[in-house]
């Protein structure tokens, strides 16, 4: 049978299909859909983790006790992850595993463009890399097989068109695979400097044997045109655009498996062909080691190592040829920058808090960065997962040894606060800090897509679980000013920030209250109630003061030729943010 899948649920029926028994992930475009489509397969126990690093090496205990096992990450979650990485490439396995990078040329939701590739070399682990969601079927099942065969792991290395994008994949049945006996092997799997010194040899003597593999390989196949003048070595997606640009005027060294790379093999057809190019997305990792080989060719000297790839860039950096586009009226297109949903409970939260000047804010990875987008404008930094709190102390630091007078507010998500900030928090408290930490709690992991978190109550596969509670968590580890304020109250909201900036220790608010585009819970319900009707402007009564307009709502707009603000029912969810800020009570509610 034959489905038409993305590359994300063609990993999951590899996974299945292959006979993986545990799986585990963090959420993150692109790769969340991996771990969703997963969990409907019983046969695998599939579970969200705390972060990356945690699944990883949850991934890791399970396939040293037998098990094949799969973890998933975009590509910045395998920076928090690199510690059990880079020890898996020592250790090896027991029962297979593969490691699938999503990585996200262009940045479509990223904060940088790296190319995880080099992790594969730098942790001398395997790597394959498909081009359609037949090979993303296809590899994982191979990964499995060669994981075992040859002791490693295998990085599988997917970018957001592999991910995102469909194709027809041939479905097969699972094949049961037995989990392996758990023999205790401290000289594999304890890898303490006498043992991680012997275990370097033996990953100098596997990478040679994985050359060899390399070079013999269905997974790299030449594709010889009776015209050799153009030869192209290429992999990923990028194989897709050069086959779509030189069609049947070149032959193809398509490389699935490129680290290590078949060197032998891709010297045999440089030899072949007149002019050979090397066409990859990203950094030139397979140019840099083709060239010192000694083997000229054309790659990242014409075609950009930034942005995503398409065919019409690669065909205008290779070839010069540049197609002509549909011509159209540009003052038609009206720029849409993201902004925070209607009815966010963030914008509630951003909203006072833009009001407090002399204030450094550091945010975090979530919706919430949207904070620092026009009008609100209440962010100042956004580096990584968890790096709020921990620079929001470093600032501090430094602001009061320079006696300078500014006060910094930390603003994190709940997943996020749970994925990295506890340990940045349990900082601020062992170091004697003075900052205000503001936990965003939205009872969801909302950007990636609504998945549970150890805050909502659910597990990947639908069980309940327990509810780790924040402000619990927040005094265990020593806060003692602590607050937990509804932000869409918007008198509450101010106080409890005025209340944080005049204590002269570290603080914590958490403003709770669920995502606008949530579907509630019981518990939720329970706690919060439903959210009924819709905000209105009496135009009568409205001033055209624009203050309902500074909150940022997309719902609300100002007729300049009228000088009033309306209300989108259609958008709006009846917060009510807008009528608390309106001087004149122009706006009312309705529908409830």
């Known amino acids: 049978m034959k489905k038409l899948m993305t590359g994300n649920e063609a990993i999951a029926r590899g996974a299945y299909e292959a006979g993986v028994h545990y799986a585990a992930a963090y959420p993150g475009t692109p790769s969340t859909e991996i771990l969703e489509n997963i969990a409907p397969y019983k046969e695998i126990i599939a579970e969200w983790a705390p972060n990356e690093k945690v ?25 928090v992850a690199a510690d059990p990485f880079f020890t898996m490439g020592y250790t090896g396995v027991n029962g297979g595993m593969a490691l699938v990078s999503a990585d996200d040329p262009g940045m479509h939701s990223s904060q940088n463009e790296q190319d995880n590739r080099y992790y594969a070399k730098m942790a001398k682990v395997a790597l394959l890399e498909p081009s359609d969601s037949q090979e993303c079927k296809d590899m994982v099942k191979a990964a499995m097989e060669i994981s075992e065969k040859y002791d490693v792991l295998v990085l599988v290395r997917m970018t957001t068109r592999v991910c995102h994008s469909k194709s027809i994949v041939k479905i097969s049945e699972r094949t049961e695979v037995p ?27 596997r990478l040679k044997e994985l050359e060899k593999f390399s070079n013999e390989t269905d997974l790299n196949f030449i594709d010889w045109n009776d015209d050799k003048k153009i030869g192209v070595i290429s992999s990923g997606i990028a194989y897709q655009y050069a086959r779509e640009i030189f069609g049947d005027k070149a032959s193809y060294f398509k490389i699935g498996f490129t680290n290590p790379l078949p060197m032998e093999k891709i010297k045999k057809f440089a030899e072949e062909v007149d002019t050979l190019y ?19 060719c054309i790659g990242k000297d014409k075609i950009p190592n930034t942005w995503e790839l398409n065919p019409d860039i690669v065909e205008k950096s290779l070839l010069g040829t540049v197609k002509p586009t549909i011509d159209y009226d540009k003052t038609m297109a009206v720029g849409r920058p993201p902004t925070l949903c209607a009815g966010c409970p963030h914008r509630a939260f951003y909203y006072e808090l833009s009001k407090k000047k002399n204030t450094m804010i550091t945010g975090d990875i979530g919706c919430y960065t949207l904070g620092g987008a026009d009008p609100l404008n209440a962010m100042d930094t956004v580096t990584c997962m968890g790096a709020s709190i921990s620079s929001a102390h470093g600032a501090k630091k430094i602001f009061d040894k320079n006696n300078a007078n500014m006060r910094v507010v930390a603003t994190i998500g709940d997943s996020t606060f749970y994925h990295s900030g506890i340990t940045s928090l349990l900082d601020v408290v062992y170091n004697k800090s003075n900052t205000i930490t503001c936990i965003l709690d939205n009872r969801i992991t909302a950007m990636t897509g609504h998945q549970e978190n150890p805050g909502t109550g659910r597990t990947l596969q639908g069980d309940e679980a327990y509810i780790t509670d924040i402000p ?63 905000c209105v402007v009496d135009q009568d009564k409205c001033i055209g003061c624009k203050k309902c307009v500074s909150t940022g709502c997309p719902a609300i707009h100002f007729k300049k030729e009228i000088k009033k603000s309306t209300i989108n029912s259609a958008q709006c969810v009846g917060c009510t943010l807008c009528m608390q800020v309106c001087p004149v009570k122009a706006i009312s509610k309705v529908g409830e």
């Open 472 to 534: 619990e968590t927040v005094k265990a580890i020593g806060i003692k000013n602590l607050r937990t304020v509804n932000p869409m109250n918007n008198s509450e909201m101010k106080e409890a920030l005025n209340w944080a900036f005049d204590l002269d220790e570290p603080s914590v608010i958490i403003s709770r209250y669920p995502c606008a585009l949530k579907k509630y819970s019981e518990n939720d319900l329970n706690e919060f109630g439903a959210i009924e009707g819709v």
């Open 179 to 205: 989990i392996k006996p758990y023999i205790k092997n401290p000289n594999k799997y304890l890898v303490a400097p006498a043992v991680a010194k012997q275990l370097h040899l033996v990953v100098e003597d």
């Open 55 to 79: 699944a990883v090496e949850s991934a890791v205990g399970a396939c040293y006790a037998g098990a094949r096992t799969l973890t998933a990450m975009k590509h910045v979650g395998l920076n």
């Open 278 to 296: 090397v066409v990859e997305e990203l950094e030139p990792f397979m140019e840099e080691q083709i060239r010192a080989a000694g083997i000229n």
